[in-house]
């Protein structure tokens, strides 16, 4: 009997240990982010609110959607977009961060178009769940406008291509 207990205690124990050297399942962490933007553009200038939610893959990487509502002249859009975010440690509160969104705006009175946005800035961590970054992009976008030809005397649509510089400010939870 006691030979018995001696091997099982000897069987649990090797089986527990050989358990606790396999790693453990790589678990992804959501993130999500509320991004403020206004840009100075080419003809028109613009402001931007975006909910982003997405997966962090690790401490360098996020990939995600986003919705959003953005104000210029030429009317009021909705952006829905994929935004992937690359991210550089340069010290242990503070990262380098270069991302590129791009997706399509919808707007009822015109037709959607697709824009795209690569930028870089920087990621200051405040709390272990919660950071704020401050970033300069690029947006380049086409609209579709409706003009009016005097010399036919008929309506027509051209698209009206806008190049802007902004500022965004993103608050990662």
Do not use: W
């Amino acid at each position: 009997m006691k030979k018995l207990t001696i091997l099982l205690a000897a069987l649990l124990l090797s089986a527990g240990t050989a358990s606790a050297k396999q790693p453990a399942p790589q678990s992804f962490a959501y993130q999500g982010e509320i991004s403020l933007r206004g840009a100075v553009s080419a003809p028109t200038p613009e402001l931007g609110i975006s909910y982003i939610n997405g997966v962090r893959f690790n401490r360098y990487l996020f990939v995600g959607g986003g919705i959003g509502v953005q104000i210029n002249n030429f009317g009021i859009f909705v952006p829905l977009s994929l935004d992937a975010k690359g991210y550089i440690p340069i010290s242990r509160f503070a990262d380098f961060m270069f991302f590129c969104d791009g997706g399509l705006m919808f707007d009822p009175e015109h037709s959607s178009h697709g824009f795209i946005r690569p930028g870089f800035g920087l990621n200051f961590l405040v709390v272990n769940s919660f950071a704020i970054n401050i970033g300069l992009y690029y947006e380049y976008a086409p609209y579709d406008q409706n003009g009016f030809s005097d010399e036919l005397q008929q309506a027509f649509i051209y698209t009206q291509r806008t190049h802007s510089i902004g500022l965004a400010l993103g608050f990662t939870f």
